[in-house]
């Protein structure tokens, strides 16, 4: 019995923890700007890992900083909502909501709802993005 409780409590602490981890991966994934943009998305990738981590980085360094610089463009992402699908001791998917506002030079900003499947490791104890799937 202590065993399961045990158990049990590791994946209600996973489920939270990741949550937590997927929320904050997916805001700094999804906002920048033109000038911050070069300094901050490259440090998204301490909140990433393995094959994920470098496809970011690739599309951040080639389209992403380039295009923010060059259309001026300012992303600002919020999770209103973020829920476990599952989560155990060292692995967990996270569902998140997403609302960003997309503003490119003076246009008018435009708003999208969408949402994401994250799956994330855990690592050293850090709860690492290992997977982006919008839905």
């Not at 990738?45 to 463009?73: H, M, Y």
């Not at 708003?111 to 709860?127: F, H, N, P």
């Amino acid at each position: 019995m202590k065993f399961h409780d045990a158990t049990q409590r590791q994946a209600l602490d996973a489920g939270s923890e990741s949550v937590r981890a997927a929320t904050e991966g997916t805001i700094a994934m999804l906002s920048y700007a033109p000038d911050t943009a070069e300094t901050n998305l490259p440090l998204v990738r301490d909140r990433l890992t393995g094959e994920f981590r470098d496809s970011f980085s690739a599309l951040v360094n080639d389209v992403v900083i380039p295009g923010a610089r060059e259309k001026q463009i300012v992303s600002t992402a919020t999770v209103p909502a973020a829920a476990s699908v599952s989560a155990d001791y060292g692995h967990a998917v996270v569902l998140v909501y997403v609302n960003q506002t997309t503003v490119i030079a003076n246009d008018p900003p435009v708003d999208t709802a969408s949402s994401a499947k994250v799956a994330l490791e855990r690592i050293d104890g850090r709860w690492l993005i290992s997977d982006f799937a919008p839905i």
